[in-house]
Nanobody, 115 residues
Framework: QVQLVESGGGLVQAGGSLTLSCQAS??????MAWYRQVPGKQREMVAT???????NYAQCAHGRFIISRDSTKNTVSLQMNSLKPEDTAVYYC???????????YGPGTQVTVSS
């Protein structure tokens, strides 16, 4: 059974930092990623990291967020620095399942940045 479970969300003041973690299990994954979504808007990619550890960031994350992964443990993390109120969203861990070419998502974790 494929499962992705996020942790680390919460409330933080603007300018603060937060680290999200995700434990994936039940399959072999290639690219892993973080997405986020606010009510009424489409889910957007925040950062991805390939099997060979090459990161890719959306403009909103450049210079502030760092994605990392431990392939031996099937975990992916997102270190978020200099947080802004507009970073408030539900953050989803995602992983591309190799066996069926599908993206799998976790249930999400809320991040709220107060001004």
């Amino acid at each position: 059974q494929v499962q992705l479970v996020e942790s680390g969300g919460g409330l933080v003041q603007a300018g603060g930092s937060l680290t999200l973690s995700c434990q994936a299990s039940g399959a072999i994954f290639s690219t892993m990623a973080w997405y986020r979504q606010v009510p009424g808007k489409q889910r957007e990619m925040v950062a991805t990291i390939s099997q060979v550890m090459v990161p890719n960031y959306a403009q909103c994350a450049h210079g502030r967020f760092i994605i990392s992964r431990d392939s031996t443990k099937n975990t992916v993390s997102l270190q978020m620095n200099s947080l802004k109120p507009e970073d408030t969203a539900v953050y989803y861990c995602a992983a591309f399942q190799i066996s069926n070419n599908r993206w799998r998502y976790g249930p999400g974790t809320q991040v709220t940045v107060s001004s």
